[in-house]
């Protein structure tokens, strides 16, 4: 065939991104400190059709010591399409790494499992966007926050609007800052907002799994869990945790009594407290 053959460009580009997808690749072309290598790979890994999911930490000595909040925004946008799972730890990059994560979400295609860690924004509106985004993607099937503010009391309303959205959403685990030293953070636990969360969770079609950590809320919030329990016909766990909350112990006393009024639930649910010291 001619050497402009497409077919040409098809291979050359399959055989480029999964060069440049490497981990070692994109620190490598981090570290060089020249703006064109780095923008030259991310963009040859966006074309990558692979599957594979793909993970980041951020830890200082993890390889990415060198990477600014501009270029982890251009990182995250510039992943590849089809990717299934994206996991992010100990991001120091604040709202430019969680928006370019939500700007990924909105395209990507083939998403299905998102797992975000020991990281911090600041900002309930940039929490507010990423949930905006997972509610129009029907791929999503796991959603995992563990220690971060991205979900928190001033943008609990949002995050519930979006959950009565993600059709495909199996399981959902949320771990607030309520168990952190220092704590409690009240814009990184849902606290009086667990009610209108725990409704928009009532209005889920798909999820099966349920749980929430450290989110300093009351026996108010357990009560409409209870609420969206017997509206929900889909969920078969839940698991609730607090740790440091002044309304620990009337909380786990709610749940006891969740656990004796959903007994006899269709489908049945169970129901798990973790009483963390």
Same mark, same amino acid.
């Given at each position: 065939?001619?050497?402009?053959?497409?077919?040409?460009?098809?291979?050359?580009?399959?055989?480029?991104?999964?060069?440049?997808? +490497?981990?070692?690749?994109?620190?490598?072309?981090?570290?060089?400190?020249?703006?064109?290598?780095?923008?030259?790979?991310?963009? +040859?890994?966006?074309?990558?059709?692979?599957?594979?999911?793909?993970?980041?930490?951020?830890?200082?000595?993890?390889?990415?010591?060198?990477?600014?909040?501009?270029?982890?925004?251009?990182?995250?946008?510039? #992943?590849?399409?089809?990717?299934? +799972?994206?996991?992010?730890?100990?991001?120091?990059?604040?709202?430019?790494? &969680?928006?370019?994560?939500?700007?990924?979400?909105?395209?990507?295609?083939?998403?299905?499992?998102?797992?975000?860690?020991?990281?911090?924004?600041?900002?309930?509106?940039?929490?507010?966007?990423?949930?905006?985004?997972?509610?129009?993607?029907?791929?999503?099937?796991?959603?995992?926050?563990?220690?971060?503010d991205l979900v928190g009391s001033r943008n609990a309303v949002e995050w519930g609007e979006?959950?009565?959205?993600?059709?495909?959403?199996?399981?959902? &685990?949320?771990?607030?800052?309520?168990?952190?030293?220092?704590?409690?953070?009240?814009?990184?636990?849902?606290?009086?907002?667990?009610?209108?969360?725990?409704?928009?969770? *009532?209005?889920? *079609?798909? #999820?099966?799994?349920?749980?929430?950590?450290?989110?300093?809320?009351?026996?108010?919030?357990?009560?409409?869990?209870?609420?969206?329990?017997?509206?929900?016909?889909? &969920?078969?766990?839940?698991?609730?945790?607090?740790?440091?909350?002044?309304?620990?112990?009337?909380?786990?006393?709610?749940?006891?009594?969740?656990?004796?009024?959903?007994?006899?639930?269709?489908?049945?649910?169970?129901?798990?407290?973790?009483?963390?010291?």
């Open positions: 065939p001619p050497d402009d053959d497409p077919k040409y460009t098809i291979v050359n580009d399959a055989v480029a991104s999964t060069f440049s997808r +490497s981990y070692a690749t994109l620190q490598a072309a981090c570290r060089s400190g020249i703006k064109g290598n780095w923008s030259a790979t991310i963009q +040859s890994m966006s074309k990558n059709m692979k599957t594979d999911g793909m993970e980041f930490d951020f830890e200082a000595g993890k390889g990415w010591d060198e990477l600014s909040s501009e270029m982890a925004n251009d990182l995250l946008i510039n #992943l590849p399409r089809n990717i299934e +799972s994206l996991r992010i730890d100990n991001s120091p990059h604040g709202s430019l790494l &969680i928006d370019g994560v939500t700007e990924y979400v909105r395209t990507s295609k083939n998403l299905k499992s998102l797992y975000i860690s020991y990281t911090t924004v600041g900002d309930k509106d940039v929490g507010a966007r990423l949930a905006k985004a997972l509610s129009q993607v029907g791929t999503i099937e796991k959603l995992e926050l563990h220690d971060t979006a959950l009565t959205e993600m059709k495909s959403l199996k399981k959902l &685990i949320i771990q607030g800052k309520g168990k952190f030293e220092g704590g409690p953070f009240p814009d990184a636990m849902l606290l009086d907002g667990g009610i209108q969360f725990f409704e928009g969770v *009532a209005k889920s *079609a798909s #999820l099966e799994r349920l749980s929430m950590f450290y989110h300093g809320y009351g026996k108010e919030a357990i009560v409409a869990l209870g609420n969206a329990l017997t509206n929900n016909h889909t &969920i078969t766990e839940v698991w609730i945790g607090e740790k440091g909350s002044t309304k620990k112990d009337e909380v786990k006393a709610a749940v006891e009594k969740l656990k004796e009024d959903m007994k006899d639930r269709i489908p049945k649910v169970d129901i798990y407290y973790m009483d963390s010291k």
